[in-house]
């Protein structure tokens, strides 16, 4: 059974960037699977950020899809050999502080089927 | 942008059905997905392809899909599924989710 877990500063400065990361176990993040980044504002819907696709060839940056309302501001990235994958967002403002989750998805029709419990980054001056 | 539209929030009694719709343009010619997010829990997926349950949800989740409305079903709602529950839709290589639906179950 797939597991994920995110893991960062909970405390990002206003400005500053955010950085997260996923570490997937019991199974291998280069499988052609959608690797995603969704958050949720406090007592608020989902909103997602975006989602990676790598099949492990080296020099391949993968597939990558971004919301375009974040587009500009958002990266995220795959470490095959660490079997994690990556989210950074810059230029972050109070709306950026949000319940973070990693969560694991076969692509269209299929949904994401496996999440992480999600971790809570708050900007603040 | 495109935007999947959900009440706020719904209230039945257990045992009964509940129903909780999902709006978008032409949402019919997309796929649709649900998850339950119990509180301070991570979502779930319960739905996927408009109306496939993956394996370990129950029968009494069910899902149908017209022109421009998805909805989901919960025949005999039990208090367990007192949750959120959100719809999501693929806009070409975007993904977009519904506001969410809170279920009371009282």
């Known amino acids: 059974q797939v597991q994920l877990q995110e893991s960062g500063p909970g405390l990002v400065k206003t400005s500053g960037t955010l950085s997260l990361s996923c570490a997937v176990s019991g199974g291998s993040i280069a499988s052609n699977k959608w690797w995603s980044w969704v958050r949720q504002t406090p007592g608020k819907g989902l909103e997602w950020i975006g989602e990676?696709?790598?099949?492990?060839?080296?020099?391949?940056?993968?597939?990558?899809n971004y919301n375009p309302s974040l587009k500009g501001r958002v990266t995220i990235s795959i470490d095959n050999s660490k079997n994690q994958f990556s989210l950074t967002l810059t230029s972050v403002t109070a709306a950026d502080t949000a319940v973070y989750y990693c969560s694991r998805g076969s692509g269209k029709p299929f949904g994401y089927d496996n999440w992480g419990q999600g971790t809570l980054v708050t900007v603040s001056s | 942008s495109y935007e999947l539209t959900q009440p706020t929030s719904v209230s039945v009694s257990p045992g009964q059905t509940t129903t909780i719709t999902c709006s978008g343009d032409k949402l019919g010619d997309k796929y649709t997905c649900w998850y339950q997010q119990r509180p301070g829990q991570s979502p779930v997926l319960v739905i996927y392809?408009?109306?496939k349950r993956p394996s370990g949800i129950p029968e009494r989740f069910s899902a149908s899909i017209s022109a421009d409305t998805a909805t989901l079903t919960i025949t005999g709602t039990q208090t367990m599924d007192e949750a959120d529950y959100y719809c999501q839709a693929w806009d070409s290589s975007t993904v977009i989710f519904g506001g969410g639906t809170k279920l009371t179950v009282l």
């Open positions: 392809q408009d109306s």
């Open positions: 990676i696709s790598h099949d492990g060839r080296v020099w391949h940056s993968g597939r990558i």
